[in-house]
Structure formats: structure tokens, C-alpha cells
T-cell receptor, first 112, second 113 residues
Framework: QKEVEQNSGPLSVPEGAIASLNCTYS??????FFWYRQYSGKSPELIMS????GDKEDGRFTAQLNKASQYVSLLIRDSQPSDSATYLC????????????FGKGTTLSVSS | DAGVTQSPTHLIKTRGQQVTLRCSPK?????VSWYQQALGQGPQFIFQ???????QRGNFPDRFSGHQFPNYSSELNVNALLLGDSALYLC????????????FGSGTQLSVL
């Protein structure tokens, strides 16, 4: 069983819409959760971190965490073409020390 | 403030050869982690160095080794290269004790022919 699951997409949304990216994980002991954005040919860039159940908002981005359902999501409001990238969900599993475990990523395409 | 720097940016090797990749962490960071990202996959943890010692290791064979220097820079060495080692190798730095907020370098694209 894969530890971090993401739908690879592509997820296509029109400009101005809300993009919803989802991630599930298998280790109930996971403590910390992250969303990274990776443009094609570039390195991952941290955009959100979340540690507690509930929502965390930062500008147009909202991360949602539900530990009981082992589910993390990222909402992007007012999507822009510049948001077109691969979004990687990552977590620090309880048994993995400080290493991060990444999902395969979801490719988002925002059309103008 | 310099970010994480990696060299070289691209590298082409043949099977059986050895390769060394280099990384300088972000200013103020003391911990370096290495990740391998195959095409279409998420980064996979190789190992982490802190205080010049390997502190944690992922599921990679002994062909993968590393080193951290007193100035916190790091090297990743891969021996006896296989075709399957072709990937983007990412270095990430962080400050121990401040959580897992990693800052990634631009990576080294390794092609094994």
C-alpha cells in the first residue's frame, strides 16, 4: 500500500475557478503535512504546511487536514494560469524521522 | 541570501561509472537531505546529513553514499551506475530543530546511458 496517494491528473480548471487537490495517506501516526508546487523542469517549492486538523489559509491557498479520515487537501481560489504546475503532497510519517514522504503529484492546468 | 545551490546541473554517464553531485545549503541551514525524483514521480528520500554524519537513510542500496563537510555542504556519490539511476537528484536544506520545512535546490539531472 502506497503511503501517500494523489490523483496524477491532469486537473483542468478555467481561470478564476477553485482548484481542489486531494491527498490520502496510510500512516495514522503522521504528524506534519506539506504541499509543494513544482513547475516543469524546476525544483519543488513549499507553499503550505499544516499540522492540526482543520483549515489553514494563506492568501489564495487553503490547506485542509482531517487526520481521522487520513486526508489532506489544497484549495486554490481564483486560479491563475501561473498556478499551472504539479502539486506534491508530502508528510513526515511517525516512523520516518525527519524525512518527507512525497506523493506522485497532481498536475494542475489552468486555462485562460 | 543564497539559496540551495547544486552542481552540476546536468550530467551524462554510462553504466558502471561513478558520479559525485554537490550541494551547498541555504545560508544558516545545517542539515542537508538528498532526494531522487524519477520522471513522473514524487521525490524519494535517499539520506540526510547533520553534523557531518548520516542521520537517516531511505530505501536505497549502499551504492549511494554521501558526505557532509564542516561548512555544511554535502556530496552525493553513486557507484556502479545503473540505467535506473537516471533521475533528477534534489538537495534540500533545513535548520535542525525548526521542523521539516525543506528548501530545495534546482537539482542535478543525471542521465545514465
Amino acid at each position: 500500500q502506497k503511503e501517500v496517494e494523489q490523483n496524477s491528473g491532469p486537473l483542468s480548471v478555467p481561470e478564476g475557478a477553485i482548484a481542489s487537490l486531494n491527498c490520502t495517506y496510510s500512516d495514522r501516526g503522521s504528524q506534519s503535512f506539506f504541499w509543494y508546487r513544482q513547475y516543469s523542469g524546476k525544483s519543488p517549492e513549499l507553499i503550505m504546511s499544516i499540522y492540526s486538523n482543520g483549515d489553514k489559509e494563506d492568501g489564495r491557498f487553503t490547506a485542509q487536514l482531517n487526520k481521522a479520515s487520513q486526508y489532506v487537501s489544497l484549495l486554490i481560489r481564483d486560479s491563475q494560469p501561473s498556478d499551472s504546475a504539479t502539486y506534491l503532497c508530502a508528510l513526515r510519517a511517525n516512523q520516518a524521522g525527519t524525512a518527507l514522504i512525497f506523493g506522485k503529484g497532481t498536475t494542475l492546468s489552468v486555462s485562460s | 541570501d543564497a539559496g540551495v545551490t547544486q552542481s552540476p546541473t546536468h550530467l551524462i554517464k554510462t553504466r558502471g561509472q561513478q558520479v559525485t553531485l554537490r550541494c551547498s545549503p541555504k545560508s544558516g541551514h545545517d542539515t542537508v537531505s538528498w532526494y531522487q525524483q524519477a520522471l513522473g514521480q514524487g521525490p524519494q528520500f535517499i539520506f540526510q546529513y547533520y553534523e557531518e554524519e548520516e542521520r537517516q537513510r531511505g530505501n536505497f542500496p549502499d551504492r549511494f553514499s554521501g558526505h557532509q563537510f564542516p561548512n555544511y555542504s554535502s556530496e552525493l556519490n553513486v557507484n556502479a551506475l545503473l540505467l535506473g539511476d537516471s533521475a533528477l537528484y534534489l538537495c534540500a536544506s533545513s535548520l535542525r530543530g525548526t521542523g521539516e520545512k525543506l528548501f530545495f535546490g534546482s537539482g542535478t539531472q543525471l542521465s545514465v546511458l
